[in-house]
């Protein structure tokens, strides 16, 4: 086991790592930038090393520095997160040539899976269904036009590289889809320097349903149950939850076998996720990518399963088997988590970074927290608005509903906006209750200037 872990990350992915390395007895280094200076994270790490300054360019995505950091302080390992470095072939490289060992899965692996059109060539020849698109990049508008018109409009245009809801358009006919193609390479471009997209049919009743795997390097791969992943806002989750109210067991366990046969396809190991849409009409499902790294929505696996997958990445990149089989993974009950942004969803969403005059976390029985504010904290205005993860657990799913209302009741962040009403909002539509909600469901039922849901998925002022 590693004697010293450096978290090359913040917020509240920094602190989960840190906590889950104290529990194996780890030590724990927090790179940081100016503007985390006093974030929780650095106040709770054995050590913390300045990297630069706010930026994300100038800190955290600041290899050499954060390769620096990891030499002076003796570092064995370094935990990427989720975000920033996470899916960076390069950087995982660059640790092996420091013989650091990066918490994730193999250059080659992430190479292979992180650009997104080769993730596409990778399933179809092991045999998992993908959605129908190009064959890999778009170079030329005529090769984008022949392809839209063969698998009929609507389609999306995504970015080959990152992730995020960046470099993604939808075009509904031939006249948007040369401004949707432009769009989408230049916002690739600048999120993720590479501006390469290509062509997906846009399925419009979906649900987006993710796989849950971890592999260790013995070839053993478990798939951990799916998680539904179909509120979004703009390509962004906002809330998720496990099991998926609408799969049946049949498609469970389809959907579970191809993400592992797809893992051991491309020679994964640790933690990752294979993001699939399941058509409602069709009761199909297809890969559409698989995310190299831990996710956001880690936790609520851990409620229903009661596996520690960060404690799981760590022992896997330390080189350990896994602890247990498939057999053994039996998920019970049920888990939500709301994405709680520095945002006021009264001006569309708009970030609202400040100080935090007054926080009170909710608590109780089924309650989780994953949190790195305090009263007196500054949110910064230079990175994600996530801000933390309210997730419950409920031995169903109406009791899960009723205790996260609860616990986003009690749940008090004064001084900056966050999206907690909305998601008091959100949990009351009836087509939420049902568990009928698609991936158009926010578009349908929410507007965003503040208007309220009405019951039938239109969005109506409020009184």
Do not use: W
Request: charge should be neutral; include cysteine.
């Amino acid at each position: 086991m590693f004697s010293k872990v450096l978290i090359a990350n913040r917020g509240e992915i920094a602190l989960r790592v840190i906590r889950a390395c104290r529990e194996l007895g780890i030590r724990t280094v927090v790179v940081h930038s100016e503007a985390d200076r006093e974030s929780l994270p650095v106040r709770l790490a054995d050590e913390t090393v300045c990297i630069g300054a706010a930026s994300s360019k100038e800190s955290y995505l600041n290899i050499p520095a954060i390769m620096s950091a990891a030499e002076v302080t003796d570092a064995d390992a370094i935990h990427p997160g989720y975000g920033f470095l996470s899916e960076k072939a390069e950087f995982a490289e660059i640790c092996e040539q420091y013989h650091i060992t990066f918490i994730g899965p193999p250059p080659k692996a992430i190479a292979m899976m992180g650009q997104k059109a080769n993730a596409r060539t990778t399933a179809k020849r092991c045999g998992v269904r993908v959605v129908p698109g190009s064959e890999g990049v778009i170079t030329d508008l005529d090769e984008l036009f022949k392809i839209a018109e063969r698998i009929g409009y609507p389609v999306l245009i995504k970015a080959v590289a990152g992730g995020g809801g960046k470099g993604m358009r939808v075009a509904h006919n031939k006249n948007s889809l040369r401004t949707a193609y432009e769009m989408a390479q230049a916002e690739a471009k600048a999120a993720f320097g590479d501006g390469g997209v290509y062509l997906e049919k846009y399925v419009e009743c979906a649900k987006h349903v993710e796989a849950q795997i971890l592999a260790d390097r013995f070839g053993n791969v478990v798939f951990l149950g799916e998680r539904d992943c179909s509120i979004q806002r703009r390509h962004q989750k906002l809330l998720e939850e496990t099991p998926c109210p609408i799969l049946s067991p049949k498609l469970r366990e389809e959907i579970g076998k191809a993400a592992v046969r797809l893992a051991k396809a491309c020679g994964y190991v640790n933690a990752g996720t294979v993001e699939f849409l399941l058509d409602v009409k069709a009761r199909a499902f297809y890969f559409i990518e698989m995310n190299t790294r831990i996710q956001v929505e880690h936790p609520i696996t851990e409620m229903v399963t009661g596996i520690d997958l960060v404690k799981a990445q760590i022992r896997i990149a330390a080189g350990e088997r896994l602890r247990f089989s498939q057999h053994d993974i039996v998920p019970k009950g049920h888990a939500i988590e709301c994405r709680i942004n520095a945002e006021d969803p009264e001006e569309a969403f708009r970030p609202c970074p400040g100080r935090v005059s007054e926080y009170m976390a909710p608590s109780g029985l089924g309650i989780r927290l994953d949190s790195h504010l305090y009263s007196g904290y500054t949110v910064p205005p230079f990175y994600d608005s996530l801000i933390a993860k309210l997730i419950v657990h409920a031995d169903t799913r109406p009791q899960a509903i009723a205790r996260v209302k609860r616990a986003l009741e009690e749940y008090r962040v004064e001084g900056i906006k966050t999206t907690v009403p909305f998601h008091l909002q959100l949990l009351s539509h009836p087509q939420f209750g049902e568990g009928s909600y698609l991936t158009s469901f926010l578009e349908q039922a929410f507007s965003l200037n503040g208007h309220a849901p009405s019951r039938d998925g239109r969005s109506e002022p409020e009184p």
